[in-house]
């Protein structure tokens, strides 16, 4: 399995950058990757369906949400993404009133390119989101 471990400290107190993120549905609100994303109800699951920037559709689920520990957890169901296996768990932690961290860890295997591209990919994908939250909140 392959790792990847991205965080921002963030100059905004975590409840609301919270706010801002755990909603599993409003990966488009924050993500500039995602043009739309929409929920679902498969059976018991909650699924999330995000729109790619520049084409493609990505099926997330849901796997644990801990509102009050501020962490999300979810895997992918289908996508255009070179990674199978893939399992990823989105956190915020309060440093103190006023400023927080998040990070977003992920783990999964390489399937249609290498160990270093899938990582490469997956890397860039978090540190774009979390790019976002930096501009949006500010950075300590």
Sequence with gaps: MLNIEESA?????????????????????WHPAATTSTLETRGADTVRVVNIAGGGVLT??????????????????????PVADYHSTLKVTARDEDTCTV??????????????????IISGIYTAGLSALRKRFGEV
């Design 9 to 29: 400290v963030l100059n905004t107190s975590a409840g609301e950058v919270w706010q801002a993120i755990g909603e599993f549905g409003n990966l488009a609100d």
């Design 60 to 81: 997330e689920m849901l796997e644990a949400q801990d509102d009050e520990a501020m962490s999300q957890t979810y895997t992918i169901v289908d996508g255009p993404l």
């Design 103 to 120: 990070d977003w860890t992920g783990s999964f295997k390489a399937n249609g390119a290498d160990d270093a591209a899938a990582s490469k």
